[in-house]
């Protein structure tokens, strides 16, 4: 099979791909649907692509390809229940968490990176009214372990076995979980007995226009 061959090859299976899941392949997972010797040899194939305008690529992402024909649909995302926006509450396990979802949510694609890994939340509560995420709404996260100061996490706290959204701000010997709302009041944990879940990256709501009877 020639060099053009196998790249066209690829560029099919990249695009099958994308219609079926919604989201772009990884490396590993175009080596072994295109029956491609190693990575490099992916990686060779997938330079020449982005050169001939067929497709971009972000290095930093896992699934950062994009086809340049191709328009972003919409993305499916699953809905894995509720955080609390106010006090905590109780978190899926951890084998429900990443596995189950109660409902999915189609946002458009347009609104995540492409590769981000992502999941939805609806909000309970009311502790970052002042961040525009009130009651109601859904909020859309990155599934990651880390965050930057400031930033607004899906926080497990590992000793109360809950979870709660929260912008999250490191001190010294502790971690400050800070509501978007003067009436709340912080949350100050051990370093140890907290996991991020999540970084908040979008927010929907649904607005209703209630108008007076005439």
Same mark, same amino acid.
């Given at each position: 099979?020639?060099? /053009?061959?196998?790249?066209?090859?690829?560029?099919?299976?990249?695009?099958?791909?994308?219609?079926?899941?919604? +989201?772009?392949?990884?490396? @590993?997972?175009?080596?072994?649907?295109?029956?491609?010797?190693?990575?490099?040899?992916?990686? +060779?194939?997938? #330079?020449?692509?982005? #050169?001939?305008?067929?497709? #971009? #690529?972000?290095?930093?992402?896992?699934? $950062?390809?994009?086809?340049?024909?191709?328009?972003?649909?919409?993305?499916?995302?699953?809905?894995?229940?509720?955080?609390? @926006?106010?006090?905590?509450?109780? *978190?899926?396990?951890?084998?429900?968490?990443?596995?189950?979802?109660?409902?999915?949510?189609?946002?458009?694609?347009?609104?995540?990176?492409?590769?981000?890994?992502?999941? %939805?939340?609806?909000?309970?509560?009311?502790?970052?009214?002042? @961040?525009?995420?009130?009651?109601?709404?859904?909020?859309?996260?990155?599934?990651?372990?880390?965050?930057?100061? $400031?930033?607004?996490?899906?926080? /497990? &706290?590992?000793?109360?076995?809950?979870?709660? &959204?929260?912008?999250? +701000?490191?001190?010294?010997?502790?971690?400050?979980? =800070?509501? %978007?709302? =003067?009436?709340? @009041?912080?949350?100050? *944990?051990?370093?140890?007995?907290?996991? *991020?879940?999540?970084?908040?990256?979008?927010? &929907?709501?649904? /607005?209703?226009?209630?108008?007076?009877?005439?």
């Amino acid at each position: 099979m020639t060099p /053009y061959n196998k790249r066209t090859r690829m560029l099919d299976f990249i695009k099958e791909f994308i219609d079926d899941r919604g +989201y772009p392949p990884t490396i @590993a997972e175009i080596q072994r649907g295109c029956g491609v010797s190693s990575k490099s040899v992916v990686e +060779y194939h997938l #330079r020449a692509l982005e #050169r001939e305008g067929c497709i #971009r #690529r972000d290095a930093e992402i896992s699934r $950062g390809i994009e086809v340049s024909s191709m328009r972003r649909r919409a993305r499916s995302l699953p809905l894995l229940g509720t955080i609390a @926006a106010g006090q905590p509450i109780p *978190v899926p396990t951890e084998d429900t968490w990443n596995n189950v979802a109660l409902d999915t949510v189609d946002i458009p694609a347009e609104m995540l990176p492409a590769g981000v890994q992502a999941y %939805a939340l609806k909000v309970k509560g009311n502790s970052m009214i002042d @961040a525009l995420m009130d009651d109601g709404d859904i909020v859309v996260l990155e599934s990651n372990k880390t965050a930057e100061n $400031g930033e607004m996490v899906a926080a /497990y &706290l590992t000793d109360r076995q809950e979870a709660t &959204l929260k912008k999250l +701000y490191r001190e010294p010997g502790r971690i400050r979980l =800070q509501p %978007a709302n =003067q009436s709340m @009041a912080t949350i100050y *944990v051990d370093p140890d007995d907290i996991q *991020v879940q999540g970084r908040v990256i979008a927010v &929907l709501r649904k /607005y209703s226009l209630d108008l007076p009877n005439k």
